[in-house]
Each structure stands twice: as structure tokens, then as C-alpha cells.
């Protein structure tokens, strides 16, 4: 089965400005997760989608991070602005849904702000 | 907050050592237990995992892990490490009802030929 995909890979910005973030997750896969990896850290949920909706946003810093899943598939994530402190590995991940799905991963966005 | 700590964050071996990785959690409850690993250049992929039934847990490539509720605690182990097995390893928990696991911050293991 093909993964999860993310684009892009690599993004260098100036704080300040927004950037977005893709990610397909596997087909069939309900739950749609992004993580913030900051180096040395272990990832940090940002944002959980079942299907379309919401399910657990409540470390997503509101105020400059954003994420749809409009159709449940695709889901983009933004930053607007940006800040120094944003520089992270930001990973996609899918899972069937329910507490003994593992997940999968994406190979991550590693983001540089400067 | 629930969290997970990997007090080894740095582990360097030869091949044919024994590893042993550890993990703790701080939850009394109900938890299901994972083992994430990241090999250089390739996304995170799982390990092994544990829900109920047999305490010790066997996973791909040779590793296994034990769960001892009595001391939070899911350490990872394979008895002969591979150069191979130079990667980045999580210890992932979900607590309760939830289906969101929580990462612990990795330990980089490093196996010399």
C-alpha cells in the first residue's frame, strides 16, 4: 500500500511569513493526525481529524497554526506568521481509527525559520 | 499531563551487544504501549506494541519489550544488536479511552561494526 505522503520536504522562511504544509494520508484511513518534532523532542500533537472534523486541537496554537481536512482525505497546515521557534520536523500520520491502530507516518516537513 | 520518559538519550554499542532501552509512563490507569522506531533517512514505522494478555511482547527484527505495570514501565530489548539497528526509537503511550498517543522524547541508538 503506498504511505502517507507529505510535501514539502524541506522549507526554509523568514519569521513573519506563513508557509502550509500537505498530506495524504493512506487510503481508507479515517484519522489524520500532524505532529510538531522539535529537535531533541519527541513529536508533539498539534491537531487530531476524524474524517473531517476536529477531534483534538487543544495544543494547536490557535493564533498562527490552522489545519482543514475539507473532504477527509487531503489536510493542509498553516502557520501565519511564523516564528523562530516554529523550526520543527512537522509530521502527517493516518491510522483505521481506535486505540489499537498503530499509526503511520509521513516523512515529515522540516521547517527552518530564520 | 500524562508523560513518558526515555532517560537514555544517547546509546552507543558494537554489534553482538545487548540492548536494553528504557521507558516509563505516569499513569495508573488502562494504557496501551508502543515502540516507534525512526531508521536514518525513513519515516517513523512501528516496532510493537502491547494491549493485554502476555506482558512481554515480541516485535520485527529480533526485539521485544515488557510490560511491568507495577513500575510503569515498557523497556525495549533485543539480545544482539545489528549495525542495522542504528535508528532513533519512541516510546509511545495512550491512556485510557484516548487513541492519541503521547511520545517520549527518543533515544538514539548507535551500533558500530
Known amino acids: 500500500e503506498a504511505g502517507v505522503a507529505q510535501s514539502p520536504r524541506y522549507k526554509i522562511i523568514e519569521k513573519r511569513q506563513s508557509v502550509a504544509f500537505w498530506c495524504n494520508p493512506i487510503s481508507g484511513h479515517a484519522t489524520l493526525y500532524w505532529y510538531q518534532q522539535i529537535l531533541g523532542q519527541g513529536p508533539k500533537l498539534l491537531i487530531q481529524f476524524q474524517n473531517n472534523g476536529v477531534v483534538d486541537d487543544s495544543q494547536l496554537p490557535k493564533d498562527r497554526f490552522s489545519a482543514e481536512r475539507l473532504k477527509g482525505v487531503d489536510s493542509t497546515l498553516k502557520i501565519q506568521p511564523a516564528k523562530l521557534e516554529d523550526s520543527a520536523v512537522y509530521l502527517c500520520?493516518?491510522?483505521?481509527?481506535?486505540?489499537?491502530?498503530?499509526?503511520?507516518f509521513g516523512n515529515g516537513t522540516r521547517l527552518t525559520v530564520t | 499531563a500524562q508523560s513518558v520518559s526515555q532517560h537514555n538519550h544517547h546509546v552507543i554499542l558494537s554489534e553482538a551487544a545487548s540492548l536494553e532501552l528504557g521507558c516509563n509512563y505516569s499513569y495508573g490507569g488502562t494504557v496501551n504501549l508502543f515502540w516507534y522506531v525512526q531508521y536514518p533517512g525513513q519515516h517513523l514505522q512501528l516496532l510493537l506494541k502491547y494491549f493485554s494478555g502476555d506482558p512481554l511482547v515480541k516485535g520485527i527484527k529480533g526485539f521485544e519489550a515488557e510490560f511491568i505495570k507495577s513500575k510503569f514501565s515498557f523497556n525495549l530489548r533485543k539480545p544482539s544488536v545489528q549495525w542495522s539497528d542504528t535508528a532513533e526509537y519512541f516510546c509511545a503511550v495512550t491512556y485510557g479511552g484516548s487513541y492519541i498517543p503521547t511520545f517520549g522524547r527518543g533515544t538514539s541508538l548507535i551500533v558500530h561494526p
Open positions: 500520520a493516518s491510522s483505521l481509527g481506535g486505540k489499537e491502530s498503530p499509526l503511520h
